[in-house]
């Protein structure tokens, strides 16, 4: 069994603009497509971003900390110290923090263009590069310098057509820009002027990552869009440009020199290249051909950091020069993840492709995959209660266990071979389950299957029963080329005949999931369209505006107000549906499974191993006006009771040094949380149960904060 522990991944609320919402239990630090830069300032405090999400770390990579998610993809972050940076991306995305990533302000770019790269030289001076056209924006090479610390942007002449796509400066005066067709400016008046420095060859290569040791030693690499990497170098300024290396079927992405001779430049396939003489030779350090390798930084000879993709983003650390890589990632799965169900707050079951299934037994903290005997993807799961449960999938594969999962046998479901998209039971007897065309039953307690084929229903996507007699199926039925109709059917007798509840109604649409909270009150959802139903089915009504783009795949209510609605988005409602509200959602992939514990207490599964998790309903608190806290407050931690972590949250009103630690009941202490200098704002940090190799036991602690002359200590209790 593999075992997903969030020991070693906590996350800490940093900015003042948004609390709460939905947080990764998988993969870890998150999953996002990719990592797509990384800054680190030492050897143990960094950044990286992940399109649209800011993360920093203040020990080296083993524990990233999230701050920030934008709605707009971000490419670029360069930090000047520990407080001062800007993070840049799409349709002229600018951000800045001086506080270290508290808070990221928005900063007025002047364009909707795509920023591709950012490089600043102190708190007031950077400069940004970009091009391609978002909403009308210009395909002309951009490059924008600020002075003032980004209250205002200007544009500088290029002198190019072309996208640019890093910028590197080795002081205020000289600096280099490259991008498309072997683009290569120099500028030496801060880019009053930029020069045209583009090496001369008939390969026409994408130049995406310039980095210069100093004035004159320089390195520039990209690729051709057949895959021929390149790797350029100079060692006189930019007045000639030499090919270092070049090779096939290789797309190069990034490059870093500690010094004339050490360097290193990543690309696609994993590969790693290591110089230790100046690039005349290059040593190839590949690590896993799954991953597509971004970015590569090095603070010494022997720590860097790797930003890479495969179906998540990971990050891999040296300590050694690069004879090692180790992710600072974790993901119990990659695996495509379905459907999902919890018995209670603590124990639940997600399923997924492959025939994979995932238990946990404390809200989601840590998953351990359990072994079916198949293959095939599982698309469904149901629990009636804390030991009757019920999984579904392709090749006509049902399960049961009776002993809440510590077994599963296979279900005999006769000649029938066909993809199982659903599976609902009443009570402990009577099931259903449904397919293409297809409804399987059961009544003694899904051991055996009888099935029928209706070729009237079309794909059938799920099935509820409000009870014995009274159940629904809605899926969709072909209509004609690329055309669908949404189909909702009805029994009352059992499954024994089946009626239509949509007469030509929903002409482009087609339902994934339906569930009724009672005899009356349901709801079913699919593509872009939610429908509800408060007479039994007999009317249905949308409650959603169907020109909306959300691939809606799973609904849940918990009650007859409080449901959510996943796909390419979340939405929730607490009025029954007369309002959905859409959250912010921390995931870019597909979401395929939602399940509520209660109205707050939600998980949502998908593509790519992604396991959301809620606390508070997913609501995003929101302080247009962050406020300078005017007091020192140490809060009460939360939970507390806790095991086996536990939050410590506390505000300053000025800057100090500023220690947290842990103390038993003899005055032992027993871990510092924090031991630096603070900024004035609004802080959280994690207390794990677990220090180091030490189980701590049940019992009274005490936290301490120590802030210049304040102090003050809080009692908290750990139960096991």
């Known amino acids: 069994m593999k075992n997903l522990t969030h020991t070693l991944f906590f996350f800490l609320l940093l900015t003042q603009i948004c609390f709460g919402q939905w947080f990764w239990q998988n993969p870890l630090p998150e999953g996002n497509p990719e990592f797509v830069d990384l800054c680190f300032i030492d050897n143990n405090t960094g950044w990286a971003l992940a399109y649209g999400s800011i993360l920093k770390s203040t020990d080296g990579g083993v524990t990233w900390l999230f701050q920030k998610s934008s709605v707009d993809d971000l490419l670029s972050i360069s930090m000047v110290d520990e407080n001062t940076g800007w993070a840049i991306g799409s349709y002229g995305k600018i951000l800045k923090t001086t ?268 998953w351990i995959s359990q072994t079916l005997s198949t293959n095939s993807s599982l698309l469904s799961i149901y629990f009636l209660n804390k030991n009757k449960g019920w999984i579904a999938g392709e090749d006509g594969k049902i399960y049961c266990t009776t002993n809440g999962g510590l077994n599963w046998l296979q279900a005999n479901v006769g000649a029938f071979n066909g993809t199982i998209n659903s599976i609902h039971f009443c009570n402990e007897q009577n099931g259903w389950a449904v397919g293409y065309n297809h409804i399987l039953k059961s009544t003694d307690g899904g051991m055996n299957w009888s099935f029928w084929q209706n070729d009237t229903l079309g794909h059938m996507n799920s099935v509820y029963f409000v009870d014995e007699m009274n159940g629904f199926v809605a899926g969709g039925k072909s209509c004609g080329w690329y055309c669908w109709m949404a189909t909702i059917f009805r029994t009352t007798n059992s499954g024994i005949s089946w009626s239509s509840q949509l007469v030509d109604t929903f002409y482009g649409f087609s339902l994934s999931s339906i569930q009724f909270i009672d005899q009356n009150s349901g709801w ?113 931690n939360y939970p507390n009771p806790f095991n086996p972590s536990t939050k410590i949250s506390w505000q300053s009103p000025t800057g100090s040094h500023q220690t947290i630690k842990v103390f038993d009941v003899l005055g032992n202490e027993i871990a510092t949380l924090i031991d630096e200098y603070k900024p004035a704002g609004k802080y959280e940090v994690e207390f794990q149960s677990s220090v180091g190799s030490r189980q701590l036991a049940s019992g009274i602690y005490f936290y301490q904060l120590r802030a210049g002359e304040y102090v003050q200590t809080r009692k908290m209790l750990l139960l096991k």
């Not at 607490?574 to 979401?591: A, D, H, P």
């Open 99 to 366: 506080n270290g990533g508290y808070e990221w302000l928005s900063q007025e770019s002047g364009t909707q263009n795509i920023l591709f790269s950012v490089f600043a030289t102190d708190s007031n001076t950077c400069w940004i590069v970009g091009g391609g056209v978002q909403h009308g924006g210009s395909p002309s090479g951009m490059i924008l310098k600020t002075t003032n610390g980004g209250i205002n942007w200007f544009s500088q002449t290029s002198g190019t057509q072309h996208s640019l796509y890093s910028v590197f400066f080795t002081d205020q005066a000289t600096g280099y820009v490259v991008g498309d067709n072997n683009t290569i400016l120099k500028t030496t008046n801060g880019g009053l002027t930029w020069i045209d420095q583009s090496p001369g060859t008939m390969t026409l290569v994408p130049l995406t990552k310039v980095y210069f040791t100093d004035q004159n030693t320089g390195w520039a690499v990209g690729s051709a869009y057949t895959g021929s990497g390149r790797i350029y170098g100079t060692t006189n300024g930019g007045l000639n440009w030499m090919i270092k290396w070049a090779g096939t079927n290789i797309y190069l992405q990034s490059v870093y020199f500690i010094d004339q001779e050490i360097g290193w430049v990543v690309g696609s396939g994993g590969k790693i290249l290591k110089t230790t003489n100046g690039g005349s030779i290059w040593l190839n350090q590949t690590v896993g051909a799954s991953l597509y390798l971004k970015f590569v930084q090095f603070t010494d000879l022997n720590n860097g950091w790797i930003s890479a993709n495969n179906c998540f983003g990971t990050i891999l650390k040296t300590t050694n020069g690069g004879t090692d890589w180790i992710a600072q990632s974790s993901s119990i799965t990659n695996n495509n993840l379905n459907s999902t169900f919890f018995i209670d707050q603590n124990k639940g079951w997600i399923v997924g492709n492959e025939g994979l299934m995932l238990i946990t037994t404390d809200g989601g903290l840590n």
């Open 524 to 636: 079913a959802a699919g593509d872009n369209l939610i429908l509800f139903s408060s007479d039994a089915g007999s009317n249905w009504e949308k409650q959603i505006d169907d020109s909306c783009t959300y691939n809606l795949k799973s609904i849940h209510f918990t009650d007859l107000n409080n449901g959510y609605a996943i796909g390419q988005t979340i939405l929730r409602t607490t009025n029954r549906g007369v309002n959905w509200i859409e959250q912010e959602n921390i995931s870019f992939k597909q979401l395929n499974g939602i399940y509520s514990s209660n109205a707050s207490k939600v998980w949502g599964v998908g593509d790519c191993g992604t396991i959301l998790h809620t606390t508070n309903g997913g609501v995003t608190f929101i302080d247009s006006e962050p406020t300078q806290p005017t007091e020192f407050i140490l809060e009460q």
